[in-house]
């Protein structure tokens, strides 16, 4: 996969040089390149903002520096069926989330466009949907100071479901928001640590067993920390066997979504 950073702060994406995404570069799974958006300006004093038209806080980035950088980005891109997907980190954008991870590991080509201070003029944005599939995406409902980090976090979140990026792909099946619920906890040695015991059903070799234990750690926490996931489970996928013990552990389905009725 291809990825393009414009960042007016491009050492912020050193940290792609690191751990999983860095190796995955190393190998030659990922090309990421990160571009400099000053290096796209004429003036002397290499200006990417300017005030807002109709007044208010802050300041605009200029169309012509962004418009510069993705054209040399494009003119660049390798040979591909599809245009590239050109991802602007905003939170005015469509909330990130894993399905979205996973729609963004299939495409040849991604790039980011990191705003700062108040966003990038609209028209800079608009004149892009010519060259690219054009995505406004945010990271959840607080504000960054630029995208910058919002890239850090969906490159190492897209980077991983990329075949050959994790060392074991089998870690991405039982991972939280795999299957639309978190995941259950998880211990290692000693057995006994400062009075608190490992429980005891991990013990016991019962691999039957284990995995009923883990489903059920996964409603009773995704109910306690996101109660909104829990509501979205499809209820009519689950199996009589999870029914039943659902029902046990103080779950029902309640107009065909799934409830905690005692704690
Ligand atoms: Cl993607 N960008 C910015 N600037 N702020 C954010 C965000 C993105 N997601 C949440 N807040």
Redesign the pocket.
């Known amino acids: 996969m291809r990825i393009d950073v414009v960042s007016i702060f491009p050492e912020y994406l050193a940290a792609l040089d690191l751990s999983l995404i860095g190796k995955a570069r190393q190998d030659g799974v990922l090309d990421v390149r990160v571009h400099d958006l000053r290096s796209f300006t004429t003036d002397r004093h290499r200006t990417v903002d300017d005030t807002p038209y109709g007044g208010g806080a802050g300041m605009v980035m200029k169309a012509e520096p962004w418009a510069q950088a993705l054209e040399a980005v494009l003119a660049e891109a390798p040979a591909a069926p599809r245009r590239p997907t050109l991802v602007v ?3 005015a ?1 469509a909330v ?1 989330d894993q399905a979205m991870a996973h729609e963004f590991a299939d495409l040849d080509h991604l790039v980011f466009a990191c ?1 700062r201070y108040e966003g990038i003029d609209e028209r800079a944005i608009d004149w892009a949907r010519a060259g690219f599939d054009v995505r406004p ?11 910058e980090v ?1 890239v850090l976090a969906m490159v190492e979140a897209v980077g991983r479901l990329i075949p050959g990026v994790v060392g074991n792909p089998e870690s991405l099946v039982e991972e939280s928001h795999a299957d639309g619920l978190l995941e259950y906890p998880v211990y290692t040695k000693p057995s006994s640590w400062r009075d608190r015991d490992v429980p005891e059903v991990l013990l016991s070799g019962n691999h039957a067993r284990i995995a009923q234990w883990r489903r059920l750690e996964q409603f009773h926490r995704t109910a306690d920390r996101r109660p909104d996931l829990l509501a979205a489970v499809d209820t009519t996928a689950l199996t009589k066997a999870e029914l039943k013990a659902l029902r046990e552990a103080g779950f029902d389905v309640v107009d065909g979504r799934l409830t905690r009725t005692t704690h």
């Open positions: 980190p905003s939170p954008g990130f705003g995406v945010s990271l959840g409902d607080y504000v960054l100071n630029g995208g919002a």
